[in-house]
């Protein structure tokens, strides 16, 4: 079974600073896909990012980029010139493809607050 | 579209009670899942389903049960509601291929036993 750990339970940054949330993850599958989702107070899941294990080149989106170490079984989150609306819990998601059936491992969580 | 669509959005129940909480989406899409969140815990997985008619427990499915009688809804059942089972409640759907296996969730129930 897959696990997926998020070591970092709070962090805060000043805004336009840039931050890096962690998470590592335990497989023994070699295609995988890797998430973050980012839950504001509002409660709603927002993907924020998304690897496929098979991609070599780190995924960015905007202000947010992902450090992906296969082989470390590692997989940052960095989001860059913070901004007050990025305050939120994140969390770090695995699921097999093919076979996993939409389902998702989640990391504990991290929150995130971004202070002005 | 609507996408995912959870009621209702907070409940509040004695020990003992039933309820269900309901899931529907509107994209066609073929999987189904519920998951609870807890603090510290993250989000972990209920039950899910991956066509009408076709379900399966996930990680924590005691207390609960589930059916699919239509690809658009997926209602989660609490025969007997527990303290245990105070949590927030989401819901999340997905096609079977493609689309980047992207799960849209709903904007999650809130639940308190007493």
């Known amino acids: 079974a897959q696990t997926v750990t998020q070591s970092q339970p709070e962090m805060s940054v000043q805004e336009a600073e840039t931050v890096t949330l962690s998470c590592t993850y335990d497989t023994s599958e070699n295609n995988y896909y890797l998430f973050w989702y980012k839950q504001p107070p509002s409660r709603q899941m927002i993907l924020v990012i998304r690897?496929?294990?098979?991609?070599?080149q780190n995924a960015t989106e905007n202000r947010f980029s992902v450090n992906f170490q296969k082989a470390a079984k590692s997989f940052s989150l960095k989001i860059s010139d913070s901004q007050l609306g990025d305050t939120a819990m994140y969390f770090c998601a695995f699921m097999k493809p093919h076979t996993s059936y939409g389902k998702l491992t989640f990391g504990q969580g991290t929150i995130l607050t971004v202070h002005p | 579209n609507a996408g995912v669509t959870q009621t209702p959005k907070f409940q509040v129940l004695k020990t003992g009670q039933s309820m269900t909480l309901q899931c529907a989406q509107d994209?066609?899409?073929?999987?189904m899942s519920w998951y609870r969140q807890d603090p510290g815990m993250g989000l972990r997985l209920i039950h899910y389903s991956v066509g009408a008619g076709i379900t399966d427990q996930g990680e924590v499915p005691n207390g609960y049960n589930v059916s699919r009688s239509t690809t658009e809804d997926f209602p989660l059942r609490l025969l007997s509601a527990a303290p245990s089972q105070t949590s927030v409640y989401f819901c999340a759907s997905s096609y079977s291929s493609g689309a980047k296996n992207i799960q849209y969730f709903g904007a999650g129930t809130r639940l308190s036993v007493l």
């Open positions: 690897q496929e294990a098979y991609k070599q």
């Open positions: 994209m066609n899409h073929e999987y």
